[in-house]
C-alpha cells in the first residue's frame, strides 16, 4: 500500500524570523544548527546548510533593506527548505544577478551562485516593481533545498505544500492527506471549524479514506459521518490522473481553488455547509488539464483575491516555491493557512 503523507506530521515551519540586519543571522544560524543536530544532518550538508542561510540573509540586507524574512521547513521526502521573502524592489536581470562576480551592492557577488552550488535544488522567484501594473507584491523569493532522504513513493516535481497554525502555535487545524498510487495522485484537503485544539482532533486520523475509498463522492461520505462527534470541518477532495490528464475537485465549504491552464486562471468555489453538522450536496468540478496545468487549493486563512497578474510567472516555477510563495503573501494572519499545489507536466 501506497504512503499516505500528511502535513501534519510531513510539513513543518520549524523557524521563520524578519531579516532587519545581521543580528537576525545569530538566531538563526543557532536554530538551524540544533535542528540539524536533532535530525542528525551529516556535517558537510550541515555546513552548506548554514553557509546559504547566510548568503540568503545578507541578500535580504543587502538589496531589500532587511525587509523580509527567511523560514525554515520540514517537507515531505525528508527534505528541509530554507526560503528567504523579501519585499524589495526585485531583480531586474536574474541571469546577471546569478553571475559570479556581478553586484550591484559593491560586494564580490558571490552569493546567488553559492546558494545554487551548496544547494541540493535551489529555486528563484522575482517580480520587480512596475507602477503601471496591478502588484500583490514585489521582491524576490530565494528556495535552498537540502535532500536529507527520499521515500519510494515522494514525487519531488509535482507536489507543494504549505500548513501554518495561526500565530505559529502548537495546534493546526488545516491539514492536508496525499498519495500517489500508480497514475492516480489524490488528496484531501480539510479545515477544521475555529482554530486550536479541537479545529486539530477534527481533521486527525482521516488518512485511511484516501485508501480504502474509490470514488471522491465516498470519501467526503465517510470524512462527514466521522466528524459528527466533532467541532466539524470543510474540505475539498481532489484527483488527478496523470495519465489521462483529467482533474476532479468535490468540495463542502469556505475553501477554494485555482486551476492555472493555458495561462489562464479559474477561481473555483464550493457548495456551503460543514462535513459533520449541515451543509450541502458537494461541488464537483471536472476538467480536462492542458501541456502544463498548476492545481493549487486552499483554506480560508489563505486570501482569494490574486491572479496571474498580480504573481508575473509564477505559475511556471516549482511546485513548492508556488506554495510558499502564495501562503506568505496571500495567507491571513487571524488564521490557520494552508495551501497544495499540484503540478502536471
Known amino acids: 500500500m501506497t504512503k499516505v503523507f500528511d502535513t501534519a506530521t510531513d510539513c513543518k515551519l520549524l523557524y521563520s524570523g524578519p531579516t532587519k540586519n545581521e543580528s537576525a543571522l545569530i ?25 546559504v542561510a547566510s548568503e540568503l540573509v545578507y541578500n535580504n540586507i543587502k538589496h531589500a533593506g532587511g525587509s523580509g524574512m527567511i523560514q ?13 521573502l523579501d519585499y524589495g524592489p526585485g531583480i531586474a536581470d536574474l541571469a546577471r544577478a546569478e553571475e559570479d562576480g556581478y553586484s550591484t551592492a559593491k560586494t564580490f557577488g558571490k552569493g546567488l551562485g553559492a ?14 516593481e512596475h507602477f503601471s501594473q496591478a502588484k500583490k507584491w514585489s521582491g524576490t523569493v530565494f528556495l535552498a533545498r537540502f535532500i536529507l532522504g527520499l521515500h519510494k513513493d515522494f514525487i519531488p516535481m509535482r507536489i507543494g505544500l504549505f500548513s501554518r497554525s495561526l500565530s505559529d502555535k502548537r495546534y493546526n487545524g488545516d491539514r492536508i492527506y496525499w498519495r500517489k498510487n500508480g497514475n492516480y495522485l489524490r488528496w484531501l484537503h480539510l479545515d477544521g471549524l475555529g482554530h486550536g485544539e ?3 482532533t477534527a481533521t486527525a486520523n482521516l488518512a485511511i479514506h484516501l485508501t480504502h475509498s474509490d470514488k471522491l463522492g465516498t470519501i467526503l461520505e465517510k470524512v462527514d459521518r466521522q466528524l459528527v462527534d466533532t467541532r466539524g470541518a470543510v474540505a475539498i477532495v481532489g484527483e488527478i490522473d496523470l495519465a489521462e490528464r483529467n482533474l476532479q475537485l468535490l468540495g463542502v465549504g469556505d475553501m477554494h481553488a485555482h486551476i492555472y491552464d493555458q495561462e489562464q486562471i479559474q477561481l473555483i468555489a464550493f457548495a456551503p455547509g ?3 453538522k449541515e451543509h450541502r450536496s458537494a461541488s464537483l468540478f471536472q476538467s480536462a488539464l492542458g501541456k502544463r496545468a498548476v492545481v493549487v487549493t486552499a483554506s480560508d486563512g489563505i486570501r482569494r483575491n490574486w491572479n496571474t497578474e498580480n504573481f508575473t510567472g509564477l505559475f511556471s516555477h516549482h511546485p513548492q516555491l508556488i506554495a510558499y510563495t502564495l501562503g506568505n503573501i496571500m495567507g491571513r494572519i487571524s488564521d490557520d493557512q494552508s495551501i497544495c499545489v499540484s503540478t502536471v507536466l
Open 115 to 128: 546558494v545554487r552550488r551548496l544547494s541540493d535544488e535551489s529555486y528563484i522567484y522575482t517580480q520587480p
Open 274 to 276: 460543514i462535513l459533520g
Open 198 to 200: 479541537e479545529a486539530l
Open 72 to 84: 525554515i521547513w520540514m517537507q515531505p521526502g525528508p527534505i528541509l527548505d530554507i526560503l528567504a
Open 27 to 51: 538566531l538563526l544560524r543557532s536554530k538551524l544548527a540544533a535542528i540539524a543536530h536533532r535530525i542528525g544532518i551529516p556535517d558537510l550538508k550541515r555546513e552548506n546548510m548554514l553557509l
